[in-house]
Structures are given as C-alpha cells and as structure tokens.
C-alpha cells in the first residue's frame, strides 16, 4: 500500500503539478483541458478515479503539488469514493496541499445531510471547499481560475506565501448549529 | 353487405394519412390518369370517401386499402409490439422452399384451418415476406382492423408477428410449419416495439465481436495523441474496463432493444434477513430494465466501471438473441443440503 508523498521527489523549474481524482471522470476532463492552458506556468494535470494511483507510473510521475477531490454532490458513490480514497494519501498532504471541489451543489435531489457530511469532511481535513458549476464553460473556466490560484500557492509560486498560510484562511470551517434542522 | 363494407371502407380513410392515400393511389394502377387528375385531396375524409366509391367500386378499393394498411406497417415497421418464433426441426427440403411455392401452400393452408381468414403476401426489397392476415371465424367476415402482421425470412427459421391473440396462434403456426417444412413453432423469448431492432438481434446483422489472441493496439494509440500535459494515474485499468465491455457487447452499432425481464425462482440470498433465508421455496420476483437503447447502457456501465464485471445475465442477452430469461438455482447432487448458496443458472422460458 504506497501512499502518495507530498515531498520525496525534486520540484522543476516554473511547474506546478495537479492531481483531479473524480468517481465519474466526468468534469475532470474539461477541467484538465482549461487548466493545462494556462500560460504563465507549465501545468501537468494528472486524472485519476480513485486513490490508490497505481505503483507502475511511480517513477513518471512527478512531485504532486496539489491532490483535488472532485465530489458530485447528486451521487452518494462520489462522496464515499472520495472519502475512502482519502487513507492513501500522506499526512504531509493535509497542510494545504488538498483541496476539495463540490459539483451540482444547487440540484433538488441533493440530500441536506450529503452536504453537511461533505463540509465536515473539509472541516476535519482543515482544507478548503469549493462550490463550481461544471455544465457551462464559463463554470469550468472560473473554476479551473480558482484552482490556479491555490495551485501556484502550492507549489510555491507565490513569494512570502506557503500552503501552511493559506490553509489557515482559506480552511473550511462549519457553524457550530450545524446539526440543529435548518428552516428548509 | 354493401353498407358493412362501406362503413369498414370509411373507418379504414379515415384511419389513414391524406399523404399515404395520395401515393397509395398513385401506386396502385387500376385507375386512370384522369381519375387520378379528378381526385381532390384538400377535402373532408367522408368528401374523399365519396368521390373514391363514385370511381371504382367498393370491392376493389377494399383490396386496395389492405394492401396500402401493408405497405404501411412495412415502411413503419416500430409500432406495435412485434414477438419472435423460431421454427424447429427442419425436413430435408426445408433449405429449398421457394417465394410462389410458400405463398400458396400458407394460402391455402390457412383457407382450410379458416373458413373466412384475408391473406395478403408481399416480398419486401430485403428478401422479408411480409402477410397481413385478418382472421374471421365460421360466422363472420374477417375482422380488417385487427390484421396479424407476419415477417418471415425465407430459409431461415426466425419470424416475427405482431397483434395475435392465443386462439389464432396454433392456427398461424400449424400454417407456418406445414408450408415452410419444418415441424414446430417455438417461443423466441424474444420482444419488443422495434422490429428492426429485434430483427438484427435475433439474426446477428450487427458487428460481432470475435475472440482473438492478439488484441489491437486502439488504446495505446489514443493515449498518445492526447495532450502530454495531461496524463491518465489509471490508464491500464481504464483500458481493462474497455477491452471487457468489449468482449461482451462488441464494438460498434448495437441493436436498439429496450428492455430485458428475468423471471428469479431462486432461493433468497440476502443476509440481513433471516426470517426469508429459512425458506425452502424460492423467493419469486420479476426483474425488469428499461431503456431506449439498453444494449448500449450496459456496454458503458461495464465500460465507465459501474459494473465491476459483465456478468453472464447481461452478456447472454446479445449472445442467445433473447430478452426473457428465468433464473433458477442450479441444483447439486450431494451438497444441497449443507451449503446455502447455490448457483443460478439460466433456462429456457416456458413456451
């Protein structure tokens, strides 16, 4: 059982490396396609269903900066997907460098519970929680835009900032009521 | 008789397209150009009516007007819920039957077991013999509103009926059997609305797949033309989930088939319920799948790894040409008695 390792391998020069692990591989597509884009870095996307990644592609792969849970909110296989592929990452990850992205956060079949489960995930992992809307491309750019931002923090792109910091404001906390029955 | 058959002759105009009657007349050549000329689409049905028994006569536009309800279920053949038969235990010259010889021994054979039965046969361009039967019985005349539609292919044994009823099935069959010489009419277990569809299931007219020791190399190519940038963690077991999705359903087009039912008589199986586990009889219940293309869900949920494995019960459907299956448990000799968990096998279907 290899658990991925945040700091065992040398970083390059002016890249920054991601990894979307997605149940449906679905949005995890476009996302790659938008993120790879971008200009001012070199950005190596890799795509995975689930953690364990497997041991063959361990010495063409290089140093992760940023491990992304994508979680559709509609599908209880996503969250509990996510949830297990959480063990086969190293501990070193949990500073700053996970980050947890929400789809379909608006749909009516979504349970109230699957949300709350999802944000006290977040909360317990001290990493942050995005909502992005993956139908329109406007959606995917904006999130791919949102990614980078944490991502170039990451992989230290960024002077006078390291993960660590921003973890600490931008972490995902719940509201103490949060399981009281809400009003809806 | 004249006013039955001209309220029949009404109902079946204005059961009909304004467009089909126009081409239908068109086809048909009893009529002269300058009756065709004369005749006014843009009025009423009854309008129409009229004008059409004032040319010909009422028997003539009758024979017309099935043969037009034939050419019409021929080139709408996806209404309706259409059944397979096969036919069973072919004599010698049953590989030799020819298109007049069948037409006349299924004509006249269904005139004897009927005294009043309407028969049309026509040949259709892909070598199917379509027959619109329309069944009466000693009393009355035949019933033209509720046509049994067969397609057979002749030398082979498949056909496929549409609208009958159990009383004029061992008529049909006992027809059928006799003129194609063969000497039964068996259950297909196989149903549905579109007989394309089912035809190209039954028959195999869609890419197979075939075994080969030397699988191509199709995933590696993909793999290389996409973005270097972008990597795949899990390519190799994405590439298993392919090549057995595969293995079961093959590459390309499948027929459109829309639903699968399997009958259960097994035991029940489940743990958490002890009370149903104890029973001796099997705990019956009818599973249904619903789709407008089920061949190609299950190929993309063993594909998208939503399945963990085809399991036998979806690869015997393109592989018996069947969608009804009942699932018994397979009994052993000796071990019945110690061990819970049998394994379910899958039978043919009660006829």
Known sequence: MSLLQPFNKLPSLNTANILLVENEEQFQQSLADALVEESSVIVNVRLAKSLPVPTENETSRPRIDLVVFIINLTSELSFESAEASLKYLDCGYFLGKVCFLVTNARSVSVPAERLDAVRKLAALFHCPLLFVEDQTADGVASAAERLLTILKVAAGHVPITTSLYMSILAQCTVPPDIDQPSFD | ?351
């Open chain 2, 1 to 351: 008789m004249g006013d039955a058959t001209k309220r029949l002759l009404q109902r079946l105009i204005r059961r009909t397209r304004i467009q089909m009657l126009k081409t239908t007349l068109e086809k048909w050549d009893r009529l002269t150009l300058a009756q065709r000329q004369s005749m006014v689409f843009i009025q009423s049905k009854s309008a129409i009516t009229e004008k059409l028994l004032s040319i010909c006569e009422v028997l003539m536009l009758l024979v017309l007007l099935w043969f037009h309800c034939l050419l019409d279920v021929m080139d709408n053949p996806n209404q309706g819920m259409w059944y397979a038969f096969r036919l069973m235990d072919p004599e010698d010259d049953a590989h030799s039957v020819e298109l007049m010889q069948f037409k006349e021994q299924f004509k006249s054979l269904l005139h004897e077991l009927v005294r009043h039965v309407s028969v049309k046969i026509k040949k259709h361009a892909d070598e199917a013999i379509w027959i619109r039967i329309a069944w009466g019985d000693g009393f009355s005349q035949p019933n033209h509103l509720k046509p049994t539609y067969v397609v057979h292919y002749l030398q082979t044994p498949f056909v496929f009926v549409t609208s009958i009823t159990s009383k004029q099935k061992p008529l049909l069959s006992q027809a059928l059997t006799v003129s194609t010489r063969h000497q039964d009419l068996k259950n297909a277990n196989l149903s549905g609305r579109k007989l394309t569809a089912i035809r190209d299931l039954l028959m195999q007219q869609y890419p197979q797949v075939f075994p080969t020791n030397f699988p191509g190399h199709t995933a590696e190519n993909n793999q290389m033309e996409s973005n270097p940038r972008r990597v795949k963690e899990q390519a190799g077991l994405e590439a298993d989930r392919l090549r057995m999705a595969h293995k079961a359903f093959g590459d390309g087009m499948l027929p459109e088939l829309e639903s699968a039912v399997y009958e259960l008589e097994t035991k029940f199986n489940g743990h958490a319920n002890g009370t149903m586990t104890d029973r001796e009889q099997p705990f019956r219940c009818v599973v249904k799948f619903t789709s407008t293309n089920l061949l190609e869900s299950l190929r993309q949920c063993a594909s998208s790894g939503i399945v963990s494995t085809v399991t036998p019960l979806f690869s015997s459907i393109p592989r018996s040409g069947k969608n009804y299956f009942v699932i018994t448990n397979k009994s052993h000799g000796s071990s019945s008695k110690t061990s819970n968990i049998t394994e379910p096998q899958i039978l043919d279907s009660k006829d």
